[in-house]
């Protein structure tokens, strides 16, 4: 019993640590913003890559949202006996503020984080970023910045898409499966918009993509070990993205949608 507690204490210690270094290191990428017009290419690339390669999935992913989403609702409504008229206003709540923006962060910490820790695990292992270094530029501002600012500003665009995908997909459910018309389902949408919900789900998906961006740099410079380490690292980045993003969920939905 008293031989877990200091392997408790050592694993909480490196953990605050391993934290501590990923927010120094997200410090000295917001310090870097002051480069932006020199990186803008950099910048546009990473962009193209995060955006242009994720519209794919994001389509898969909110399609079904949306279904399930209006069949789940639909259910619940007819157990107790509400009316199917508030269908849309229901689903697209739910979508806007939480659906969109959640799962397409998690599923894009999977494919985008796990990239960023690999390539830059692999450039590490590889010592290129140590010739970065020698040559006297600098890696944070080459490597880590336009990764960053990337995630940030594509994560919310992607999740505007996936608002439309998800609505258009719980709107073919709800019209060819649940019986109501389309007019009644966007006249629900419509009745719940609300403008301060959309900012609020840009806000996590904005939230969400900086955890996306810095832990997948951060996990990708600390490998070591060749090609084992690199694996490791980018598991490592996907899992506490992961964390973090619901965690950061909870924080931020306690904070803007009061009860």
Known sequence: MNSGVPLIGRRAIAFVSHLGSTFLLLFKAVYHFKSIPRSLGLIVDQCFMIGNKSIPLIVIISVFVGAVSSWQAAY???????????????????????LAPVLSALVLAGRVGAGIAAELGTMRVTEQIDALDSMGISPIR??????????????PIL?????????????????????????????????????????????????????????????????????????????????????????????????????
């Open 142 to 155: 080459y490597l880590v910045m336009p990764r960053f600012l990337a995630c940030v500003i594509m994560l």
């Open 76 to 98: 619940q409504f007819k157990f107790i006996g509400a009316p199917l008229r508030y269908l849309g206003s229901a689903v697209g709540k739910a979508v806007v503020i939480e």
């Open 159 to 259: 999740v505007i898409f996936a608002n439309f995908v998800a609505i258009a997909g719980a709107l073919l459910v709800s019209v060819f499966f649940v019986d109501i018309s389309y007019e009644t389902f966007l006249n629900g949408v419509r009745f719940s918009f609300s403008f301060a919900d959309m900012m609020g789900g840009m806000f996590k998906a904005a939230t969400f993509g900086a955890i996306i961006g810095i832990f997948g740099c951060h996990e990708g410079f600390r490998a070591s070990g060749g090609a084992r380490g690199v694996g490791i690292s980018t598991t490592f980045a996907v899992v506490i993205s992961c964390v973090m993003i619901l965690i950061s969920d909870y924080v931020i939905a306690i904070i803007l949608f009061r009860l």
